[in-house]
C-alpha cells in the first residue's frame, strides 16, 4: 500500500542510521530506548534524528516494545472541567485504536510541563498530547526521544509541529455579534491573563469585532480561568463601577464566579446584564440561568489531535476549528 | 537504621529468592522488569512474591532503576469534579516527596481498572493509588508486580489492603441532623445506585439517623453521580409528586442537577426545599444558593494515601477520616 502523502519527505530510520553512521538497530535502540548504547553513539543518533525530523511510527514502536498502547497527556489544570473533558474525548478516541491514555498535570508550570515531557518519551508512551500553559512551548531543548507530540488546545500557528485548536477569535466574534445583536453597544470583555507574548485570541477577536461595528472597546477584567478568577474579575469592575450592559466571559468556568456576583449584588442576569461565556462546557447547562456559551468541538478536536499523533505525517499540520453558539438564559433570548 | 515496625512480618527479597529457589538478583528481573527470566521462573518468583506478600520499597525500587519517581492513580470517573480535585492533592503531596503522579481513567469500568493496574505496574509506576468504582475491587488475580497499592475513596473494610476514605455514614449523620435541627421531619434522600454488594455508607447513615431521630424514611432518587443523575433523581421525585421540604443529596454533583429543576420549577431553596449535600467542594461555593454540604478532608486524605504507599508498612490499615458541615445557603440556616 502506498502512502503517497507522506513518502517524499518523511525520512526513515535507515536515513537516521546512515547520517549517524551506525546501525538502523542502534537507532531503535536509543529511540526506543531498549538498549544502552555509549553516549557519544547515543548522542550522533539523537543528532541525526532532530536534523532529519524523524519520527518513528508508534504503532510499529509498540510493536517491537511489546505494545506500550499507551499514549500520554499533558495538562495545564487538572481540576479545570474543560481540560477534564477534553482529556476524557481523548481518552474516548484513543480506545477506539487500542491506546490507554494517561494523563500529567503541569498545574500552569512549563518547568514540569518539561519534566512531564521528558519523563514520558523517555519510558512510558508512544506518543504525547500537549496542552501547553502557553501559546509557545519550548520543545526544542526537550529530549522528546523521538516519540512524536501534538500540541492539543493550540490556537496560536505551529509551523514546526501538529496542532489542534479552536479559532479563538473568530469564537469571540460570534459572542460580541450576538451580543450586538441584542441591542448592546457598551461590551465588556473577562479574560485571563496573557502567559506568553501573544495575547489570548478571544481578547483579540473581542477588540477586532467590536471595532468593526463601530462600537467603543468596554470595560475588561481579568483573572485565573476559575470560578475564583470570574469571581475576583467581576469584583474588580464592579469596584470601579464599570460594570456593562453586557459582557463576553472567555470561559464557563470564569462565568460561574461573574454569575455568583450577580446574584450576591442583586444584578439580573440577562436583564440588567446579558453574558456570553466561551466553552460550551456541561458548566454552561447547569448555571442559573443558563449561560450561553461559545462552544468548543471538543470531542472533533480529540479525534483530530488523536489522529495526528497515530498518523505521523511528515508534513506539521496546524487544525484550527471552528465554534458554534449554543444559547441559554444568560444573554437575553 | 531499623526500622522495628516493619521488620517483624515484612518479607524480604531474599525471602522470595530462597521460596523461589533462585537468586535475589533474578526476584528483582522479575519484580522490576528490568531483564527477561525464563517464563518458569517468573512463574516461581511471582507465586512467591504473591505468598509472602512480598512489596519492594519503593524508593529503594526506584533507585535501582534510576528512579521512576512516578506514582499512578486510577480514578472511576475523570470528569467528575471531586476525583480531579482529589488526584490535584494526590499531586501536590507526592510532589512534596519528588514525585510526580500520572492518572488514568476506569471510566466506571471494573475491565477498564484492571488493564490500567497491570500496565501501570508492569513497567510505568512505583507505586498505585486505585479509586474503584466498586467497594469490593478484585485485586487477586490481578498481577501487580510487587508494587505497593493503597485504595483511596475507600470507606469500606480492606482488611487486606491499605485503605483510606471518610466515614460516609458519619457524614450523613450530620447533614440528617442538620435538617432535623432546622424542625425539617420528613427528609427525603437523593444517592447513586449501589455498585457492588454493599449499600453506599451515605444511606446507611441517612437511614440509621432517621431511625435514631425517630422519624419515617422519606423518598428516594437515584442516578448517577453528575448533575444530570440528581438532575434525573430529581424529575423523578417531581414526576411521582415526592417532593420532601428536605433533601440530602449524595454529592455538590447531583445537588447541582436538584437545583436546576428546583429554579426551572420555581421551588424556592431553602424556603420550600432545603438541601444538604455531600463533598464540599468548589461546587458547593459556585452554585446557587451555595450549598450547605459536608465536607470531606480531600488534602488529609491525600497526605494519608501517600504517606501510606510510600511508607509500605507491613500491616495493612485502614484510614478512615471524619467529615465537617459548611454552612452555605441551601439549608436555611
Redesign the interface.
Known sequence: MTTPSRAPSRATRSDVARLAGVSPAVVSYVVNGTKRVAPETEERVRSAVARLGYRPNPSARALRLGS???L?MIVPS??N?YF??L??EV?VAASRRGY??????A?GSLETER??LE?LSA??VDGIFLCSSTHDPVLRDVDLQGIPIVLLNHSAAAPSRDAVGVDLAGGARLAVEHLAGHGHERIGLIVGRATGTDEDGRETGWRRSLEELGLALGPIGRGEFS?DGGYAAMRHLVRSDAVPRALFVASDQMA??V??VA?EMGIRVPEDLAIVSFDGS?DA??S?PTLTSVAQPVAAMAEAAVDALLSASAEPRSRIMTTSLVVGGSCGC
Open positions: 506500550t498502547e499507551t500520554g487538572a481540576t472541567p477534564a473533558h482529556a476524557h481518552e490507554a491514555l494517561l494523563t500529567a498535570n498545574d519534566r512531564h519523563h519510558r512510558l470560578p460561574r464566579g454569575l455568583k446574584h456541561i447547562a447547569y442559573w
